[in-house]
């Protein structure tokens, strides 16, 4: 799973437009811009023009509200939130400045890592289109490791840090990553065991959801001292809930493609050891190797989704509630309509279908 484009869904974007939530982000999002802008330029004195193409599109302050404002918006929600988060609690403004363009290398390292488990394509640097997608994945992980230690040796430079906590906030960025990777690779040739719903939830969605958002306060918690950094534990926390949440949801969407593989996903576990005998003859043949029908998890599976749908939902509560106590705007009573938005474009009507009756 990545930091993905969430909040597909007309209905999502309209409910959180109405409570202020996109207006409210507006100086995150201008400032989230300006970073992936900064990174995009770093690229270009890294690497020759002949290896690169013409810019990503970023928006401008003034287009929030536009097209091409809300799909900047969907493709960065996550680390826009982070950035609001660490605003509200106060973080300096140097500081603040190369958590966002740090978060960003931390995105498309992610990213990158990830097409190569999934076989994918996606991309955050205008990196010029060339034969075979693996090693473009290959050269976009290699040009975001150099350009996340720019970020770092540029703050130092500004006096954000200082230059021993460079080589700290690498090393504590590998440790979380390859923790994350580890999990990740113990499925490379399917999963031999189903763990239960609670087991798997803290082996598996702690760590491929939660600790993957807890990256962002990696460099935090290197930095940070006093009552800042007792607060940074707190939301780090939340947050942490919150891509657990997130990776429940993707659970849902991703069914097909994890029974296909064999990897841990919370609906096969939720169905193997709490569904009906319907239900548990079903997967054992969709996951001995057999077609799974179009529209199983709405239909066949819906209680066993519906299950992990209210799983999501106590993550979600719980991570908004945190933040605000913390003091963040964020309205904890629009937890679940997060839920129901933060899946991509494939999953909205699957969410639509599964929250029809709920």
Known sequence: MTLSPVFRSQTSVQLLAEHGVWSRLAPDMEAQAKAVRKVHEDLEQLIDARFRTEAHYVPSADEVATPQGLHFLQ????????RSIFRSLG???????????????????????DNLFDDQAKTLLPLAPSSGARFMSILQLMSFE????????????????????????QRALMDRMAEIGVLEGSEEG???????????????????????????????????????????????????????????????????????????????????????????????????GGSIPEGAVEGLFSDAGRAVLERAY???????ATLHQLGHWFDPALADEVVHAIVGLEGVARMEALTSEV
């Open 314 to 320: 106590v993550e979600a509560r719980a991570s908004f």
């Open 190 to 288: 399917g999963v031999a065991e189903i763990p239960t719903p609670d087991a798997m939830v803290d082996s598996v969605h702690r760590v491929r959801g939660g600790a993957l958002f807890a990256l962002a306060f990696a460099a935090p918690s290197v930095l940070e001292e006093g009552e800042l950094a007792e607060r940074m534990v707190d939301a780090e926390e939340a947050i942490a809930r919150l891509g657990t949440a997130f990776q429940i949801v993707d659970d849902l969407t991703d069914f097909e493609f994890d029974v296909g593989r064999r990897s841990h996903n919370l609906l096969v576990s939720e169905i193997y050891h709490s569904g009906t005998e319907e239900e548990k003859k079903a997967l054992t043949r969709m996951w001995d």
């Open 91 to 113: 973080v300096g403004q140097a500081r603040l400045q190369a958590y966002t363009e740090l978060n960003f290398c931390i995105k498309g390292t992610i990213t990158a890592a």
């Open 75 to 82: 493709e960065y929600f996550f680390l826009i939130l982070f």
């Open 146 to 169: 150099r350009l996340l230690r720019g970020v770092l040796d540029r703050a130092a430079q500004r006096g954000a840090l200082g230059l021993e906590d460079v080589a700290t906030i």
